[in-house]
């Protein structure tokens, strides 16, 4: 068989080290999937339920490896379906190549089933998808996919996902063509505010104490031995951004939590006395800061990363952390007095008592914890649930931890920590509402199809649970559109999928057993865990806003 364009593409991204290729199957993308099969290299094409899940899977992929995901869809409802998954991608500088397919170049502008040319006044793929990707080109001769390859390649490891549009006829045309070889980007990085970053940190340690709040650009740029021995080097407190737990031993020395709206009150305390902070890898978004405005105003401020922070800071750009704190740890040799350095019991924040039926968060969470084996991978979904895993789970040693706060989607966590478990293979847990599993959660089929090591664990309140917390909090409390009538999602996927490892747990006493049977079996299982509607998790604007509520009904 002749050397096609959906050949040459294969070949193209096994040669960045991909292994998988995520996606939902269609006409005018099974030419790729083809192609796939009749793989010399080892690439495998993995089907899911939904185009949104797909993204996300490419995404944890991405997240779990430092390297690319890839996600394939067809044309029509299936690329839109993309958009939200991208959009995380894209606000949290995750590197996806999605290859996105079209109608026939013949048939644009004259009537194709599910055109978006944007000629003859339909939907112009290449202006939805410019908004939320690094690079977007459609490719309409074969002879220019080469470069467009390189380049989509190359603007996706700048942070963020790339979009192809490949119309079917060019899919399916003749290219006999080498894969381009892609060399390493040049890192950017800024000597002179490095400088003045490092003269901060010499001044600070000086007059007194330093905190360094971590980023999720640690983990992409497998920074995580680099990070913890400049905390060393400096005898620093040490904070996380939420979406950067995984990033310093969260039972390491100095370590004093999360930051921001789901954060610790240890944190605050140490950047009020703190000489200097110094954000690493985090442009600390809202999510990151709440709590921590007043602190960080009175605070000297220095800041290393590719993304300048939204508050001031002495700011030095560098899209090599590994490299850079490498230079910075050289220029230190620790505290000036042998101090030892051992992790201390975080402050939790005070939530009012639950009266309703079901298991507390914090109860089952730190269950979890303590039921976590070594390098077991969470990754954790939006809304009440994800701010009771943000707060209260200590990553275990080894593990990776993912929250998605670039576009917080409903969802995420399911089709990511599956991404994650092709790319790692290990177990991972996935933790998630009821609320994300209605949208979503069939992708425990993926699981169970491809037999991955992959727990679901869902927090049922049968509700959409931080909707009708802010329904109580901010709106009288007068109505609620966001209660469920009561189902039992435990029993359903039992019932969906016989042989499936599944438990559902009602009571307190019922939880060790069943997380001790869900994280030990081999392959996927499931744990659906009766929660309260009604409890407010520990994010602190809830918790500013309850206390006034309640005096006022």
Known sequence: ???????????????????????????NIEDLYDAIFDSPDGVAGVIAKHEFSAATMADGYARSTGGLGVVAATSGGGAMNLVAGLAESYASRVPVLALVGQAPTALEGRGAFQDSSGKAGTIDARRLFGAITRYCARVDDVGDLPGAVTDAIRAAHTGGPAVLLLPKDIQQASLDHAPVALTAATATRDDEGIARVRAALVAARRTGKVVLIAGDQIARDDARDEFAALAAALDASVGVAPDAKDTYDNLGPGFRGVAGSMGHPDLIAAVRSAALCLLVGTPMPVTSRTGLDGPLADCRVA???????????????????????????????GPTTEVERVAAPLGTLEVPAAQGPGLRYREVVEAIEAALPAGTDVFADAGNTGAAVVHHLRVPPGGR?????????????????????????????????????????????????????????????????????????????????????????????????????????????????????????????????????????????????????????
């Open 303 to 333: 800041s290393i990363g590719a993304v300048e922070p939204y508050i001031p800071s002495i700011h030095a750009t560098s899209t090599d952390l590994a490299a850079t704190l490498a230079d910075l740890v050289a220029e230190f040799d």
């Open 1 to 27: 068989m002749p050397s096609r364009a959906v050949d040459y593409l294969v070949r193209a991204v096994a040669t960045t080290g991909v292994r998988h290729i995520f996606g939902v199957d269609g006409a």
């Open 401 to 553: 931890f993912t929250v998605a706060l670039g576009m917080g989607g409903m969802g995420y966590a399911f089709g990511a920590g599956i991404g994650s478990a092709f790319a790692r293979g290990r177990r991972t847990v996935v933790i998630a509402g009821d609320g994300a599993f209605y949208m979503h959660g069939m992708e425990v089929h993926t699981a169970v199809e491809y037999d991955l090591p992959v727990t679901f664990i869902v927090f049922n309140n049968n509700a959409h649970a931080m909707c009708v917390t802010r329904e109580q909090l901010y709106y009288r409390n007068r109505y609620s559109f966001n209660r469920f009538r009561a189902a039992r999602p435990g029993e359903g996927v039992a019932a969906m999928f016989p042989g499936l490892p599944t438990r559902s747990v009602r009571r307190p006493d019922e939880l060790g057993s069943a997380l001790e049977y869900c994280l030990h079996t081999y392959g996927p299982s499931f744990l659906s865990v009766e929660c309260d509607t009604d409890e407010i998790p520990p994010f602190a604007p809830f918790l500013s806003s309850a206390e006034p509520t309640r005096r006022n009904p």
